[in-house]
């Protein structure tokens, strides 16, 4: 399937965007887009300091020239993420503006404001992405820090896309390998969706898995061009992004696209981690999660589970108000302390459900294994592909230390409802066998 042909069909799936524009020099088609989509209507064009000056300014002059009332609010600030606070102030500039529509230029983080902002008035917006370096531009939901803690909000993704290629490859070479390590996270994130789906969970949505995942390894195939800027694998990064968020859309859930490999970034982005003075892009510390999901696989795969002793694993299954304990005792100082407690009790299941789940993986063990072993990646290969597009490849390239990421893989299994390999291999005794031979003497992250 080429590549009108997967967008097409990834179109057909959708249910909140209607148009994907795709191509060099495409920006110049914003005004009949957004003349298409939102006829008569005044545009809010949002941008920051860094993306007004790529693109915004232009976008602007464009849709005045086609008659169009536009206001312009810009982020002031060198660095951000993407937290309450804009979202505050974007929200502002709409009650402001009364019958305008919002026009994102710019990359993930104001998308999500974007997005969440219109959802609240009650409307759509355009988005002209800057960078191909993240999946959120396209996706259902918007990932912003509320209270302390990363929160998905349930919010329609943006009813049309105009990315304009000449831009996105202009972008700082680090936010394109952003966007390749955020894409590559779609590897270990398969996998871990499809032990969901074995244990019936969270059931694999034929649309959302096929809309990117027959199309991956493809997609990963050329880092160094990546890294070189080169604008065809470049656009290819950001085809399998947007073809990411439809595959959320579709599923109206973030499962396609995150699992363990987004949690890692999520604690980093709670405690306001930093590295020489800045904060971290969401894709740098995706990278790194990516990495340790395909190096704890590696581990699974040593093991031979057809030998469980399912009686024995059952028996020592904690009740729920034991897995609660646990939970207030790992967050107490965590910004968001009931967290975990509040995630392990919609997931928590109980010593019937465990028996059945373990009895299923011991039984199906060798096939299933290999279904597993056909998604993910080794821990050598993801690496060798991340570093080869510039995103990181060792934790202390984002300052964060090897003994610090073993310290929050107990927050990672906790911290989300969602069903992962961590929880599969709590009920079956074997967690310590995955992750603590990844920071031994002679492990990938040995401390």
Known sequence: MDREDRIRFALSISTDTKEFIMG???AEQAPEVFKKFFPGKGALVVADVHTYPVLGQ???ALLREAGITVDTFIINEEEFHAEWKYIEMVDAQLDAHP?????????????????????????????????????????????ITFEGAKQTFACPAPVAIVADIDVIAAAPAEMTSAGYADLAAKVPAGAEWMISDFVGTEPIHDDAWHVLQDYLDDFLAHPAEVAAGDPEAIADIFEGLTLSGFAMQAARSSRPASCCDHLFSHIL?????????????????VAIGTLTMCAVFDQLFKLD????????????????????ARALELFKDFPA???????????WQDKDEVRRQLQMLKRDWPAFK??????????TKMRDLLKASGAPYEP???GVSRAKLSGMFPLVQMMRFRYNVLDLAKRGGFYDDIVDPLFARGGVFEV
């Not at 998308?111 to 800057?130: A, E, F, V």
């Not at 290999?370 to 080794?378: A, I, N, T």
């Open 24 to 26: 060099r020099g495409v």
């Open 58 to 60: 232009k976008v602007e």
């Open 99 to 143: 019958g305008s529509v919002l026009v994102s230029v710019g990359s993930g983080v104001i998308n999500d404001l974007c997005k969440l902002c219109s959802h609240h008035h009650g409307q759509s917006y355009l988005t002209l992405p800057t960078a191909a370096s993240v999946d959120g531009y396209s996706s259902f939901g918007a990932s």
């Open 269 to 285: 982005d709670m405690t306001h981690h930093r590295y020489r003075g800045k904060l971290q892009s969401h894709g740098f510390q």
């Open 305 to 324: 589970l057809s030998t469980l002793d399912v009686d024995k694993c059952v028996e020592a299954w904690p009740s729920l108000e034991q897995e609660q």
């Open 337 to 347: 302390p009931k967290l975990g407690y509040d995630e392990i009790t919609k997931k």
């Open 370 to 379: 290999e279904k597993l072993r056909g998604q993910v990646y080794s821990y």
């Open 396 to 398: 202390e390239q984002i």
